[in-house]
């Protein structure tokens, strides 16, 4: 009878999130309030259809634990080290300060120091999971915002582990604070060496020795293997779980198992995300919210206000225009799951007391819940103040000062666009720019960073931060114009890579000439492609027609470039 009830909840939770999902995507809404209402309608102080939330939830930080896998597999240690300003410098001032600002606040209300240091950590996170989905709904991925959003997602991630530690020390121990913090910082230090060190000697050699024996079911069990082990060895050694996820996605990024890794934690990802959001939706105690509606309510507008501010504050400290500023704190405003954890700890070790963690747990759930809607407002609000500013030659620089070792897109018609897309695909940063201002207007209108202007300009061109830049791709359709590209460019960087679209292989040679380091003939590539595309349904092998390709073009380029040494020769 156990096993049968334990199945009816989970068939009631699937069923749930198939609905709820479903209703969203017709209304058009993001499915994060989805989730939640659906918890809390289904959970004990709803309907009472599911009863064993406790059960739920330990299923459901499954969630977390893959989805910080996959923003370590996304990011890799390379791209990790380019957003090291951002993330150490940025991010960790935002947490020093919100920690600080809502530590005095509880201080002021009579609050002992090791609570208010708690508590003000606790709510200076922000929902990795929330802020990832909805910025993945707004198609924020490659914006700005997006971008900070990630730097300072990864900062809070990684301060989980201390805090966690100096709470457990704090309830075991009663340790001086400043020996707490020094003790959590060693610990963390010395686990976070050895599962580096290791990784980096040993997964490569796993996964080439896994992938040698060609079984697709082994392969997935291993990556789910090295996902959950590291975890459980962070876990054992007191820090967060999803702090050694994150870990191993890092190392694993540095393989060339990526794609196949990622594809295989993937479908992981999405349903314990979906049951991770549906247990806060589960925790959020009516009964309290109602005995307490005045205190939470006002709490909830302090806690998204006060966070705000202060991202907005620190926004335009570093540079960042207005509409990044307003966009990013408004999206950031929510509490974040790693406080439950936090909170909870506390409230087991009796350093914090019972009603008040739940009565911050409820503030943060509510939050949570709040974070799609005050997002969107928080993007509204941004394109109305972009529109005054789209105008002012400021504004590209500000909104890409973050930015290196990215790609520029120099053209974002047809081509350029699907040159951007995989780039996304790659999770590798770029920025476009076209010469329509109408269409530039629409791409960012969607969340897409184009500008306006014209890159055969030097001041454009370092706006868009040539100097860090890793390559520059040219799409545009007029020669005229990427000739003069090219040559601003390299009046001023002689080595960065450059990629060149040609209408034929005559314009190939002008572009090469002029500096690009590759041309692309799109006809002569399209006339290769469709033949290629009839040999193989010829019956012709895969092989076969690669090889006559390659022959062709090497051919037909080499021709080319004779024909135009003659007249010179002659």
Known sequence: MHESAHLLEIVILLSAAVIIVAICRVIRISP?????????????????????????TGIAQFGIIFLLFL??????????????????????????????????FFLGLGGHADVAIIIGGGLALSSTAIVLQVINDQNEKSSQVGRLSLAILILQDLAVIPLLVFVSLLGEHGKPILNALTDAAFKASIALAVIFIAGRLLLRPLFHFIASLENTELFSATTMLVVLGVSMLTGAADLSPALGAFMAGLLVAETEFKPQVEADVLPFKGLFLGLFFMTVGMSLNINMLNDHFGAIIGLTIALMAGKSLIIMALCRLFGFGLNTAVHAGMLLSQGGEFAFILFKLASDQNILD???????????????????????AGKKIAFMLEKHAIARPE??????????????????????????????????????????????????????????GDTSRVHVLNALGLSRARAVIITHNDTRIALQTISTIREIHHDIPIIARAK??????????????LAVAEMFETSLQLGGALLKSLGITDFEVNRIIDIFRAEDYAMTRESEKEPTAG
């Open 504 to 517: 034929n292989i005559e314009k190939v040679l002008k572009l090469e000439a002029a500096g690009a380091n």
């Open 395 to 452: 504004t590209m620089i500000e909104e890409t000062l973050d930015l290196s070792y990215h790609v520029i897109v120099s053209g974002f018609g047809r081509v350029g666009h699907t040159v951007a897309r995989l780039l996304e695909a790659e999770n590798i940063p770029y920025v476009a720019i076209d010469i329509d201002s109408f269409l530039a207007a629409r791409e960012r209108k969607s969340g897409t960073p184009v500008y306006y």
């Open 32 to 56: 994060v309030i989805g989730y939640l209402a659906a918890g809390t309608a289904i959970g004990p102080f709803g309907l009472k259809l599911v009863s064993n939330v406790e059960g739920t």
């Open 354 to 376: 019972s009603q008040l963690s739940q009565i911050l747990l409820v503030v943060i759930t509510v939050s949570m819940a709040l974070t799609p809607l005050v997002a969107e």
């Open 71 to 104: 923003i370590g597999l996304e990011l890799s240690l390379e791209r990790l080290r380019g957003m090291r300003k951002h993330v150490f410098e940025f991010g960790g001032a935002q947490l020093i300060v919100t920690s600080t600002v809502f530590a005095l």
